[in-house]
């Protein structure tokens, strides 16, 4: 999922994780176990280029709303003086 996100550089979510096929990440089980139904990975970037990347988790099935997890804009934070 982090790996599609950063190869892409878009946000990537999986509605249901118990769903056959939907996410076969090593950790699989591991998320199932504690409760985790949905994720969404979401590329950091910085003058278009890959700089990290941020994943979500909830207990409830279902898509992320966009508007809950997009932000768009450059940052109007001044670089740190020297």
Avoid at 34 to 43: E, F, H
Avoid at 61 to 82: I, K, V, Y
């Amino acid at each position: 999922m982090v790996g599609r996100t950063a190869l892409t550089l878009q946000p990537v979510q999986i509605p249901d994780i118990s769903v056959a096929g939907a996410y076969e990440g090593r950790i699989r089980e591991d998320l199932i176990a504690l409760g985790v139904r949905a994720l969404v990975a979401v590329p950091i970037l910085r003058e278009g280029r890959l700089i990290g990347g941020l994943v979500v988790n909830r207990t409830q099935p279902g898509e992320f709303r966009r508007t809950r997890w997009s932000c768009s804009g450059r940052s109007r934070r001044s670089p740190p003086s020297r």
